[in-house]
């Protein structure tokens, strides 16, 4: 009698609330379960939502609360916390969980054990492992540290890898730049397609050197002014 009675007053509950806020945009939501919650996935949410393990809504603004999957079909806006904080367009927002992945543009904090970042991100990303396939600007802390697009900014992980044309400074056991590299390489192997400033590590290794080199080994695949040398190389 006391479940039936309290599936009554949530059904009425719902059927309340849905009159009330009648628009597409609702302030709060509350989920258990998708669609198992207050408003439909189809409604954006500006103000709170709390979820108790999968929730969906499109554009969400403001804070979503949450002990499993918090996802945003649209735009995510404010600040997420939970397992999964999973946007399917842009997000500005700071994002706390175990993955944190945004599918368009991302503005922001990612703090997680993975972050992913589909499209170009300005912010940090602070994780194990931190991955962005568009043009990066901004802070990569972590463990692996990966960027598909032009990068402007710092990385500092165990290995980092910029596939693109990289400004600025990589820290880590292995620094990769897979274009032209215009700053500072800091680790036990630093390689860069193209080197046009300063790499100091004990392996140091580039098809073009426009710049120094220091370690044990430095090669300059170029060879002006020398192929290979023991403790720098150089060419300006």
């Not at 990589?170 to 730049?177: E, F, K, R, S």
Request: proline share 2%.
């Amino acid at each position: 009698m006391i479940k039936k009675r309290w599936g009554i007053f949530l059904i009425l509950f719902c059927c309340f609330t849905n009159l009330v806020f009648a628009g597409s945009t609702k302030p709060v939501q509350l989920a258990a379960w998708s669609p198992l919650q207050l408003f439909s996935e189809n409604d954006s949410i500006s103000g709170v939502r709390l979820n108790l393990f999968y929730t969906d809504n499109q554009n969400v603004s403001g804070l979503t609360l949450g002990a499993g999957w918090n996802k945003a079909s649209g735009d995510m806006k404010g600040a997420s916390f939970g397992m999964v904080n999973w946007v399917d367009e842009a997000a500005y927002a700071w994002k706390v969980g175990i993955l944190n992945y945004t599918e368009d543009r991302s503005v922001g904090v990612d703090i997680g054990l993975v972050n992913i970042g589909q499209g170009d991100t300005t912010g940090l990303q602070l994780g194990a492992v931190n991955w962005n396939e568009g043009f990066f600007h901004g802070y990569q802390g972590g463990f692996i540290n990966y960027v598909n697009g032009p990068f402007v900014g710092s990385q500092s992980g165990v290995i980092n890898i910029a596939t693109d044309n990289f400004s600025g400074f990589q820290l880590g056991l292995m620094n990769y730049v897979g274009k032209e590299m215009t700053g500072f390489q800091l680790g036990v192997f630093n390689s860069a397609a193209k080197s046009t400033g300063f790499q100091l590590g004990l392996f140091n290794a580039t098809d073009s050197l426009g710049g120094l080199q220091i370690g044990f080994s430095n090669y300059n695949e170029e060879g002006q002014p020398m192929l290979w040398m023991l403790g720098a190389n150089w060419a300006f």
